[in-house]
């Protein structure tokens, strides 16, 4: 029954593969995740550096109030509420320095909360 196993895990490999179309993504399996903290008024990281053309999810804590985290050159906006967590899924399509900032007004520092995606190749 060793031989079906392998079989079947293969099926399961190229059924992954096929969740990724026209993308360049070799096998890599589950997306990455990265954890982010959001607090008055910061992120921890405050920045991440992801590979071009590797699927990411970004998990959001929020350790305070509601907050948000809004990319507006990758079109994504996610918002987190009180002590919550939320989630931004993507795969970075072009290499580069993207700011994100906080979209949920969340007191006097909120304009100064940012995080740096930096994509690489
Ligand atoms: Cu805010």
Do not use: W
């Not at 096929?18 to 920045?47: C, D, L, S």
């Not at 290499?95 to 994100?100: E, S």
């Amino acid at each position: 029954m060793k031989r079906n196993e392998t079989l079947m895990g293969a099926l399961a490999a190229g059924l992954i593969t096929i969740g990724f179309p026209g993308h360049v993504v070799k096998a890599q399996g589950a997306p990455r995740q990265v954890e982010v903290t959001a607090k008055r008024f910061a992120y921890a990281p405050g920045e991440i550096t992801l590979k071009k053309g590797q699927p990411v999810v970004l998990i959001i804590k929020s350790e305070d109030v509601a907050h948000g985290l809004r990319f507006r050159e990758l079109n994504l906006n996610a918002k987190v509420d009180k002590g919550g967590s939320a989630q931004l899924s993507f795969i970075p399509d072009k290499t580069g320095d993207f700011v994100g900032h906080c979209s949920v007004f969340c007191g006097s520092g909120h304009g100064a909360m940012s995080l740096t995606l930096h994509v690489v190749e």
